[in-house]
């Protein structure tokens, strides 16, 4: 049997500081979250974030920069990229995104997706929000078509992967959008489907 070597060995569990620190982050979005959605936006403040999530004012600053930091979250950009990349180049591009995104959402517990429809409603339904989501959205369709580009071997200024990347991210937008009006929506199943819509369409 060939020995395992170093890069063979199962990547190391987080240890008790970093599972201690991801629980504490996890709760005060999840209390700051709710409080936006209760009493709205602009009505709650940091200092009632952190009194729901039993933590100092300065915890939830040192985890959120900024009061729209609680509600916006990129942290799922590097995990998907990665594992888009990683799909087989056989693939077509509709066929990576799928699998990249099902692999993506296998991955998260229905509390966690609950979480982030909760959030998606907060930042379509306030305007001071929605507006500050717009240099996230130019970023995401940025980095989608230098994802779709580098596999595509094609420049991410080029006009087919730029329309391809749009035409992507607008199916995902309108999923997103219907999902904000329908709770009971499957929506992995939904997004699943709609974006098969578009095979056939290659940058």
């Known amino acids: ?16 500081r970093e599972r201690k ?9 999840r209390e700051a979250v709710r409080l936006f959605r209760a009493q709205g936006y602009s009505a709650t403040t940091v200092e009632q974030v952190a009194e729901a ?8 600053f040192r985890y959120f920069a900024t009061k729209q ?6 942290e799922y950009d590097l995990p998907f990229s990665v594992l888009f990349q990683a799909q087989s180049p056989d693939l077509t591009p509709i066929e990576a995104e ?8 296998e991955g998260i517990s229905a509390q966690e997706l609950a979480l982030q429809r ?8 306030e305007p001071e929000l929605w507006g500050a989501s717009l240099g996230g959205i130019t970023q995401t369709m940025r980095v989608m078509s230098e994802q779709v580009a580098a596999r595509a071997g094609r420049d991410p200024g080029d006009a087919t992967v730029r329309a391809y990347a749009g035409a992507v991210f607008g199916v995902m ?18 997004l699943d489907e709609a974006l098969q819509c578009l095979e056939g369409l290659r940058p």
């Open 1 to 16: 049997m060939k020995p395992q070597t170093q890069s063979d060995q199962p990547a190391a569990a987080p240890g008790l």
């Open 21 to 29: 620190k991801a629980r504490t982050k996890a709760a005060i979005q």
């Open 53 to 60: 999530a039993e933590v100092a004012p300065s915890t939830v």
């Open 69 to 74: 930091d609680l509600v916006f979250s990129r």
């Open 98 to 105: 799928r699998r990249t995104i099902r692999s993506m959402l």
């Open 118 to 125: 909760e959030r998606w409603i907060l930042i379509i339904s």
């Open 173 to 190: 937008l309108q999923v997103s959008l219907e999902w904000a009006d329908d709770p009971e929506m499957d929506f992995a199943t939904a």
